[in-house]
């Protein structure tokens, strides 16, 4: 078992997370989590430093370590899949956007820059592009940004809200 949650809502107030002898429980708001792709890996986030955070731990529960340092709330990892980067939505320049985690040096890039809620990002299979949702144009859309290029392109065009690509 990885997880054995305990509470109830969007995210969990405490988990058992792991798989064998190294499981440890987790006391705080934990949420979000994204194995990585060879499933050594877990990345979540969660509110044990104070405010919401990135964490990741192996998947039999030893090694945490936290990724992320920001006043604001990082959440809704998602692993590249090569492994070596984390996409996440980020609220800490006061406008959530999407930002990029290059888990081998530790640094993090702003990749969208829009005005209204950019969030929960999905990786492409082929680790070039990101999916997300947008509120940018007053309800929640669904946009694909191509990495290396500055512009979003919107994929849905509804009424109603569009949330969590993947």
């Given at each position: 078992?990885?997880?054995?949650?305990?509470?109830?809502?969007?995210?969990?107030?405490?988990?058992?997370?792991?798989?064998?002898?190294?499981?440890?429980?987790?006391?705080?708001?934990?949420?979000?989590?994204?194995?990585?792709?060879?499933?050594?890996?877990?990345?979540?986030?969660?509110?044990?430093?104070?405010d919401?955070?990135?964490?990741?731990?192996?998947?039999?529960?030893?090694?945490?370590?936290?990724?992320?340092?920001?006043?604001?709330?990082?959440?809704?990892?998602s692993?590249?899949?090569?492994?070596?980067?984390?996409?996440?939505?980020?609220?800490?320049?006061?406008?959530?956007?999407?930002?990029?985690?290059?888990?081998?040096?530790g640094?993090?890039?702003?990749?969208?820059?829009?005005?209204?809620?950019?969030?929960?990002?999905?990786?492409?299979?082929?680790?070039?592009?990101?999916?997300?949702?947008?509120?940018?144009?007053?309800?929640?859309?669904?946009?694909?940004?191509?990495?290396?290029?500055?512009?979003?392109?919107?994929?849905?065009?509804?009424?109603?809200?569009e949330y969590?690509?993947?």
């Amino acid at each position: 078992m990885i997880f054995r949650l305990r509470g109830i809502g969007v995210g969990f107030a405490a988990a058992v997370l792991g798989t064998g002898t190294g499981a440890q429980e987790l006391a705080a708001f934990n949420s979000y989590p994204h194995w990585s792709p060879d499933g050594s890996q877990i990345v979540f986030s969660s509110d044990r430093s104070g405010d919401a955070e990135l964490y990741l731990i192996r998947a039999d529960g030893t090694g945490l370590e936290r990724l992320t340092f920001s006043s604001g709330v990082d959440s809704h990892p998602s692993w590249s899949p090569d492994g070596g980067r984390i996409v996440f939505d980020s609220d800490r320049t006061g406008d959530p956007e999407i930002h990029l985690l290059e888990i081998a040096t530790g640094e993090v890039r702003q990749i969208t820059r829009s005005p209204g809620w950019d969030g929960a990002p999905f990786w492409a299979p082929s680790g070039d592009r990101v999916l997300f949702y947008s509120e940018r144009d007053g309800n929640a859309e669904i946009y694909e940004r191509a990495l290396g290029d500055d512009a979003d392109t919107r994929l849905t065009q509804t009424p109603g809200n569009e949330y969590y690509a993947s």
